[in-house]
């Protein structure tokens, strides 16, 4: 407990530093883009010189850049990520409402790529160069080409479309009245095809790594040494040599989830699922910069946090690394 409350700590105090670096580097980014929030809204709506200036006036744009950093920095030390203009409301409320949809669509994707990707990769490394390996192999390869957006738009035509078997966009269905276990459902079954866009891409990435770190194990001391006390090859594939080539996937989890939540903002475009990365396209498209801020502040603190508990179950599984790691 003390070696991971070590790790802990080291780790949460390493992260403040990024969380600055992400911060005003977003800003500073968002600074040399062209136009702001005032010349996205009269785009739309229209309005004169003085309509302008009484906006730039009104949401602060009339400041220099340094000086809205200084006074954004200063607000986010109170935890207060701002005022969305789009919305007319507090940053964080509008990216908490959102955020529970993004972390169902990626911890859905996440269970599913790495259970069935474990499991395959174990079917196909428990007897390397079978047929069913190089079949298995060749798939997911094939799979981890796709692009994610080709991939969710082709399920949709399938499965929406033609066979009319789910439903084609949402996370539900709009005015039903459902409650509880019924509504439950009624997400489940909305976010089948999103989840399986987003997951089957990471699925071929967990099976090749599992099939590869199992081929390595295949030729330790270890395993020859079970092999030839005649131990019986399932009991090796699943004790010795599976087990030995997990760890490997679980330090993936933590390096893919960068990768997920960036492939979730494809999905819910594709899909109109209401997280973040619908979140985040509104704000651009209305260049609101403190939404667009917030939005990739709590990302980072996500990735983060996610990357913390991978750490911690890696700590877990191989006792070495976690007391390696918070002596360092």
Do not use: C
Request: proline letters at 4%; aromatic letters at 6%.
């Amino acid at each position: 407990m003390n070696r991971a409350w070590r790790l802990l700590k080291r780790r949460l105090v390493g992260s403040i530093p990024v969380l600055l670096i992400v911060v005003i580097g977003s800003f500073l980014l968002l600074e040399a883009a062209p136009g702001d929030a005032v010349d996205a809204y009269v785009a739309s709506v229209g309005g004169d010189a003085g309509m302008i200036e009484a906006l730039r006036q009104s949401w602060g744009l009339d400041a220099s850049p340094m000086t809205r950093l200084v006074a954004y920095l200063w607000a986010l030390l109170h935890l207060d990520l701002g005022h969305s203009v789009a919305f007319s409301r507090p940053v964080l409320d509008v990216v908490l409402e959102r955020l529970p949809n993004t972390l169902l669509l990626m911890g859905a994707a996440t269970a599913l790529s790495f259970a069935l990707g474990t499991a395959l990769g174990i079917i196909a490394g428990a007897r390397p160069g079978s047929a069913r390996d190089r079949f298995l192999s060749i798939g997911s390869l094939a799979l981890y080409a796709v692009p994610g957006f080709w991939l969710a738009l082709v399920l949709t035509i399938v499965f929406s479309v033609e066979l009319r078997w789910l439903p084609l966009s949402g996370m539900e269905t709009i005015a039903s009245g459902k409650t509880g276990h019924a509504r439950a459902l009624d997400i489940a079954w909305h976010m089948v095809l999103p989840v399986t866009s987003l997951g089957l891409i990471y699925l071929a990435l967990y099976l090749r790594m599992m099939r590869a770190g199992m081929a390595e194990v295949w030729r330790m001391d270890f395993t020859l040494a079970a092999r030839a006390r005649g131990i019986p090859r399932r009991r090796i594939v699943m004790s010795h040599v599976a087990r030995n080539a997990l760890l490997p996937l679980v330090t993936m989890l933590g390096l893919q989830s960068a990768q997920m939540l960036g492939g979730s903002v494809v999905i819910e475009s594709v899909f109109s699922v209401p997280g973040l990365g619908r979140l985040a396209q509104e704000a651009v498209g209305s260049r609101d910069t403190p939404l667009l801020i917030g939005i990739i502040l709590v990302s980072a603190v996500l990735v983060i946090v996610i990357n913390l508990l991978v750490d911690i179950a890696y700590a877990a599984l191989d006792p070495r690394v976690g007391a390696s790691e918070a002596n360092a």
